[in-house]
Every structure is written in structure tokens, then in C-alpha cells.
């Protein structure tokens, strides 16, 4: 099995700098992009995807904070600030931008690669939460985008929270309590709301809703999204 090649991108216009972080990303098994100013980061980061941004502050046509603020905009790539701006001011204003770490110039290139690996950690951990897919269901937690078979299904919002809920404890069983709490936030303790929202959801996702292979009941408790 192949392992997975993650590319880190160098945004930064000092040719020391690069000298030293190009091969030391290199032989850590990172691909390697690199941009020497803002403008020419975004399109990059568009057109390449990097894994990981590692961002000066000072670049030649725009502050950084400002290719920050352009990115988050679409992206939720994880930026490490890599600046010579140690001031306590600066290292707040990149973080409330949107940047996820602050490294200060001059650097350890061995705390920069560590920070790195976090920052890739962080990335899976995130995109674990925000996903699930099991048995041909795909939901996209962030977008509320819900799939079968990769074809787009469209839930209603109590359908959507009832079957978020479930996929969030896939293979569990969720009590008709807890399920009432999800889709109506206590307002609503008649158990029948449930089996009919849980019915119209099956309708949309189950190729046979009279039987029923993703949703699965648990007579007098709930119900349990089926694992894979």
C-alpha cells in the first residue's frame, strides 16, 4: 500500500528561508510547493491543494493576514505563521484571522516539522469529524449535504438532525429520548414525532423502506443507524 504524500505549501519571498525549509520538508517526505507572494499563494493553493500552509507575514504585495483572511474565506487549510513579527499583538491578530499556529523567525527547523505533523493530525481529526460514510450513506456534517449511492438526497432539517444524530453514533443505538432532543431540543416528547420523521427519512434513503436495512429499530428504545 502506497503511503499518502502530503504536500506542504512555502509561502515566503526570503531565499534563506526556503534554502533551508525546501530540502528539510523534502526529506521529512513532504511535497514541496512554493509561492514568493500573496497573489500567487491563493491561485496556487487553489489549483494544488496543499495539505499544509506555511505563511510569512511580510510579503511583497499584501500582508499576510490578508491571504489569511482571503483563504478562509473557501478553505479551512491549516496555516502555520512563520514570521520574524514576534510582538504578542501580531501573534493574536494572525490567530483571530484564521491562522492555526505562529512559529517566529528565526526558527528550529525541528519544532517547525513538529508543528507541521500537528497540523496534519489536526487536519484528519477534523475531517473525521466532519464526515461520515458507511453503506453507501455519505453526509457531509459542514454542508448538511446527505448522498446515497453518490446521488445528492434532500432531508428536510428534522429529517437531516435525525439522521445526523444517528450517523453520529453509527452502530449504537440512539434512544427515541435522545433523537427527540436532537430534532426538537425537548420542545416535543411524543415518541410518534420520531416514527414519523424516521419513516420519511427511510422513504428518501432506503431502497426497500418496508425493510428497512440502514435504519434499523430497536422495538420500545430507538433506533440504530446501521455500520458498516
Known amino acids: ?40 499563494a491563493l491561485a496556487r493553493v487553489a489549483q494544488q491543494i496543499p495539505d499544509v500552509v506555511v505563511l510569512d507575514l511580510g510579503l511583497p504585495d499584501m500582508d499576510g493576514k490578508d491571504v489569511i483572511l482571503a483563504l478562509r474565506k473557501w478553505t479551512q ?90 450517523a453520529r453514533h453509527a452502530g449504537q443505538v440512539v434512544t427515541h429520548k435522545q433523537l427527540l432532543a436532537a430534532a426538537w431540543g425537548g420542545s416535543v416528547t411524543d415518541t410518534q414525532f420520531v416514527r414519523v420523521y424516521i419513516g420519511q427519512v427511510r422513504q428518501k434513503i432506503e431502497r426497500d423502506p418496508s425493510n428497512p436495512r440502514l435504519i434499523l429499530t430497536e422495538a420500545g428504545i430507538g433506533y440504530r443507524l446501521a455500520a458498516d
Open 1 to 40: 500500500m502506497t503511503a499518502t504524500v502530503h504536500r506542504v505549501m512555502i509561502v515566503d519571498d526570503e531565499a534563506p528561508i526556503l534554502r533551508v525549509l525546501r530540502p528539510s520538508l523534502a526529506a521529512a517526505g513532504y511535497e514541496v510547493i512554493e509561492a514568493e507572494n500573496g497573489r500567487d
Open 77 to 166: 487549510v491549516p496555516i502555520i505563521v512563520l514570521s520574524a513579527r514576534e510582538a504578542e499583538a501580531e501573534r493574536i491578530a494572525a490567530l483571530d484571522t484564521g491562522a492555526d499556529d505562529y512559529v517566529v523567525k528565526p526558527f528550529h527547523t525541528g519544532e517547525l516539522l513538529a508543528r507541521v505533523r500537528a497540523a496534519l493530525r489536526h487536519r484528519q481529526n477534523r475531517a473525521e469529524l466532519a464526515t461520515y460514510s458507511g453503506n453507501g450513506v455519505e453526509i457531509d456534517f459542514e454542508s448538511r449535504r446527505v448522498a446515497i449511492g453518490g446521488m445528492e438526497v434532500h432531508l428536510t432539517r428534522k429529517e437531516y438532525d435525525l439522521l445526523r444524530t444517528l
